[in-house]
């Protein structure tokens, strides 16, 4: 079986991502961002996410990664997707929206774009 690296699950969930900025491509806004942490939104929402947290300036972002693709990864990969990778993929999303000023407090990332991000991130 061929082996893949991966981003490891070691250290603080806070601490998968570091600190980063986004500037609006529209305003010319930069927005300070940080990974909180991520939690089952089957259980809390009643989604069938895996959500994430940012702080945007301060306040609190959610952003909801469709459950589906992570199950499409799997079949696709032979391995699951970690959290720190899940992690990453949330944070692309965040970014691309932010670039678009599309700011919001919750973002429910569909089945599509989560695989499209995957790909983009480099996640194999």
Known sequence: M????????????????????????LTGQTYQCRFSHMWNGIATRHSDTIDTKFFVDGQAHVVG??????????????????????SFVAAEYLR?????????????????????LIAQVGIK
């Open 96 to 116: 691309e929206r932010l670039e678009e000023e599309d700011v919001r407090p919750l973002y429910d990332v569909a089945h599509d774009d989560v695989l499209r």
């Open 65 to 86: 990664l469709a459950h589906t693709a992570f199950v499409k990864f799997r079949d696709k990969a032979g391995r699951d997707l970690t959290d720190r990778e899940a």
């Open 2 to 25: 061929t082996t893949r690296p991966q981003l490891a699950n070691a250290g603080a969930m806070s601490q998968f991502i570091g600190a980063f900025e986004v500037t609006s491509k």
